[in-house]
Antibody
């Protein structure tokens, strides 16, 4: 079955850019939207945005000015860049398939295991 | 932006009890409402999509209902493995996606 794995630095300095990659295995990255979602420790979930294999994107308006997503279909990977980070961006970052996108909906399954990114000098 | 509220924020129930969680949207979202289960240290798991559709492989003791602004998630007979935090999630056509604040379910 499809599995997702996040990778990237666990520590980022304030004002710098957070970069993460999600590798999809067990299936093709084609035909679905792929999302990034984050969760600060002990808090709720925040959708960051999503990307389609064509490169089409939708971003959370609250983060849109700082977010860039990209996709590499040859590697079955998609990526997140979040610029000008602060301590408030410290969170577990998840990648997930938007399985609902085939049906016009937005629901996430499966998810990666998550990766903790800490913003600190 | 559409705001989501969940109640209660936490609950404690006995094994075998019926557990109900509600999720309210700040405006009409039709049936665009999903439910997830998150166990400590794990990623969320999809249980219910579009308000009432049970995800494949999810036990039938889980169910969802509602439309418009008011939604309900039910565990018909609480099991020890159901200890988790449950989140609702709405979406619209743009799309904008927001999650509820979560309900932590414990065993009494």
């Amino acid at each position: 079955q499809v599995q997702l794995q996040e990778s990237g630095p666990g520590l980022v300095k304030p004002s710098e850019t957070l970069s993460l990659t999600c590798t999809v295995s067990g299936g093709s990255i084609s035909s679905y939207y792929w999302s990034w979602i984050r969760q600060p420790a002990g808090k709720g979930l925040e959708w960051i945005g999503r990307i389609y294999p064509s490169g089409s994107t939708n971003y959370n308006p609250s983060l849109k000015s700082r977010v860039t997503m990209s996709v590499d279909t040859s590697k079955n990977q998609f990526s997140l860049r979040l610029s000008s980070v602060t301590a408030a961006d410290t969170a577990v970052y998840y990648c997930a398939r938007d399985r609902g996108s085939l049906l016009g909906g937005v629901w996430f399954d499966p998810w990666g295991q998550g990766t903790l990114v800490t913003v600190s000098s | 932006d559409i705001q989501m509220t969940q109640s209660p924020s936490s609950l404690s129930a006995s094994v075998g009890d019926r557990v109900t969680i509600t999720c309210q949207a700040s405006q009409d979202i039709s049936n665009y409402l999903n439910w997830y289960q998150q166990k400590p240290g794990k990623a969320p798991k999809l249980l219910i999509y579009d308000a009432s559709n049970l995800e494949t492989g999810v036990p039938s003791r889980f169910s969802g209902s509602g439309s418009g602004t008011d939604f309900t998630f039910t565990i018909s007979s609480l099991q020890p493995e159901d200890i988790a935090t449950y989140y609702c999630q709405q979406y619209d056509n743009l799309p904008r996606v927001t999650f509820g604040p979560g309900t932590k379910v414990d065993i009494k």
